[in-house]
């Protein structure tokens, strides 16, 4: 049995135990762009525990685990230092479904973090997230989003929205997403994936992605057993 399945297992009726945070707030995280273009980053960069997170904001699994599965969870950790999370914005499904609102809202997401403002306008996206079938993320909904988190709007974010600023960096964003399924999935890992410390949580075990308990007990276990985790065969 792999380790993970063992965590799995180990979690059930479980909590991982609780640090004492050092942020107030989600809204005090650091949030950065890394070298790579691509990559953001949100938490203490010197966190030993990395969360990469793979995500289509139309997507609505992934809005499912931003809401009620795992994703509040992994909020009030990064508050505590010992975990970072990574975000890989993708936009396949306008291509799939039609339309252009991932693209759009990976675009409105790259302007917020531009104004510090990332996390809050990430949770708000997903909290008030269109049906997938409908093509939702309009500018002007973007806008109205934006509104409800403290000091994002101004000429220069809305136009940033409004004129999508930021193609160049939700082309490139999508295009990390396609090669991270590496030659198994040249389409991309899926949404959401989850890769903890290089290691991509098996789709077997996706569930708990969605069990916010169980998913505080494999990062703390993680945390505390680093080279376990690390000579797992997923």
Same mark, same amino acid.
């Given at each position: 049995?792999?380790?993970?399945?063992?965590?799995?297992? !180990?979690?059930?009726?479980? @909590? $991982? =135990?609780?640090? /004492?945070?050092? +942020?107030?707030?989600?809204?005090?995280?650091?949030?950065?762009?890394?070298?790579?273009?691509?990559?953001?980053?949100?938490?203490?960069?010197?966190?030993?525990?990395?969360?990469h997170l793979y995500e289509d904001p139309r997507c609505?699994?992934?809005?499912?685990?931003?809401?009620?599965?795992?994703?509040?969870?992994?909020?009030?950790?990064?508050?505590?230092?010992?975990?970072?999370?990574?975000?890989?914005?993708?936009s396949f499904l306008d291509d799939r479904v039609g339309?252009?609102?991932?693209?759009? !809202?990976?675009?409105?997401? @790259? $302007? =917020?973090?531009? /104004?510090?403002? +990332?996390?809050?306008?990430?949770?708000?996206?997903?909290?008030?997230?269109?049906?997938?079938?409908?093509?939702?993320?309009?500018?002007?909904?973007?806008?109205?989003?934006?509104?409800?988190?403290?000091?994002?709007?101004?000429?220069?974010?809305?136009a940033a929205v409004t004129s999508m600023k930021y193609?160049?960096?939700?082309?490139?964003?999508?295009?990390?997403?396609?090669?991270?399924?590496?030659?198994?999935?040249?389409?991309?890992?899926?949404?959401?994936?989850?890769?903890?410390?290089?290691?991509?949580?098996?789709?077997?075990?996706?569930?708990?992605?969605?069990?916010?308990?169980?998913?505080?007990?494999?990062?703390?276990?993680?945390?505390?057993?680093?080279?376990?985790?690390?000579?797992?065969?997923?």
């Amino acid at each position: 049995m792999c380790a993970t399945a063992v965590l799995v297992v !180990a979690g059930c009726g479980q @909590r $991982a =135990a609780e640090h /004492e945070p050092d +942020f107030a707030s989600t809204e005090e995280l650091p949030e950065s762009l890394g070298a790579d273009g691509t990559t953001i980053t949100v938490g203490d960069p010197e966190a030993p525990v990395k969360v990469h997170l793979y995500e289509d904001p139309r997507c609505p699994v992934c809005e499912e685990f931003e809401t009620t599965g795992a994703g509040p969870e992994l909020r009030d950790v990064l508050r505590e230092r010992w975990v970072k999370t990574e975000y890989t914005l993708a936009s396949f499904l306008d291509d799939r479904v039609g339309g252009t609102g991932s693209k759009k !809202a990976v675009n409105a997401l @790259r $302007a =917020a973090l531009e /104004e510090g403002k +990332f996390v809050e306008y990430h949770k708000v996206l997903y909290a008030h997230q269109p049906e997938e079938s409908v093509d939702g993320y309009t500018d002007a909904y973007l806008l109205e989003l934006a509104g409800k988190v403290e000091g994002l709007r101004s000429p220069e974010f809305d136009a940033a929205v409004t004129s999508m600023k930021y193609r160049a960096f939700v082309a490139a964003s999508q295009k990390a997403y396609e090669k991270a399924g590496g030659a198994q999935d040249p389409e991309g890992p899926g949404t959401p994936t989850a890769v903890i410390n290089d290691k991509e949580i098996p789709v077997q075990y996706n569930g708990l992605l969605f069990e916010s308990e169980s998913f505080a007990v494999l990062l703390k276990q993680i945390y505390d057993r680093p080279g376990e985790w690390k000579d797992t065969t997923l």
